[in-house]
């Protein structure tokens, strides 16, 4: 699957994120947003392992984005969000992936690998400041 809760979160906290000049916490994000803050926090800090955002500690901490969004791609931030690659189809990136074991050629795989490619050319091109647009 290609975008999951995770993702959908990422975004919209991101929105959120960029629109102020503060940090905001994972509470206030979490009310807002209305989703649950245990797993808010755990896509926040995702997104700060890959310098998607920064953290800052203590009563006025929280998060800002560590780059304009201009520079953050939403492949990117979903594979930060997802913790792993991107794929429309488990086996469109690597056809020995391929789950009908038909042996080493489907005859499905070469449009799956062009619809891969264009949707990560499309993701690595459309950035968060496309978004907040």
Same mark, same amino acid.
């Given at each position: 699957?290609?975008?999951?809760?995770?993702?959908?979160?990422?975004? @919209? $906290?991101?929105? *959120?994120?960029?629109?102020?000049?503060?940090?905001?916490?994972?509470? /206030?994000?979490?009310?807002?947003?209305?989703?649950?803050?245990?797993? @808010? $926090?755990?896509? *926040?800090?995702?997104?700060?392992?890959?310098?998607?955002?920064?953290? /800052?500690?203590?009563?006025?901490g929280g998060f800002m984005l560590a780059r304009p969004p201009r520079e953050l791609s939403i492949k990117e931030i979903t594979q930060a969000a997802e913790g792993k690659n991107i794929a429309v189809f488990d086996c469109s990136t690597d056809q020995a992936c391929c789950p009908s074991n038909k042996g080493d050629f489907c005859t499905l795989w070469p449009f799956l690998n062009r619809l891969q490619t264009k949707v990560d050319n499309y993701l690595d091109e459309l950035t968060l400041e496309d978004i907040l647009e």
């Amino acid at each position: 699957m290609l975008f999951t809760r995770a993702t959908e979160y990422a975004l @919209l $906290a991101l929105v *959120l994120i960029a629109k102020e000049e503060k940090p905001l916490g994972t509470d /206030y994000l979490s009310k807002r947003l209305n989703i649950s803050r245990s797993f @808010l $926090a755990k896509i *926040l800090q995702s997104l700060a392992k890959q310098n998607i955002l920064k953290s /800052y500690k203590g009563a006025t901490g929280g998060f800002m984005l560590a780059r304009p969004p201009r520079e953050l791609s939403i492949k990117e931030i979903t594979q930060a969000a997802e913790g792993k690659n991107i794929a429309v189809f488990d086996c469109s990136t690597d056809q020995a992936c391929c789950p009908s074991n038909k042996g080493d050629f489907c005859t499905l795989w070469p449009f799956l690998n062009r619809l891969q490619t264009k949707v990560d050319n499309y993701l690595d091109e459309l950035t968060l400041e496309d978004i907040l647009e």
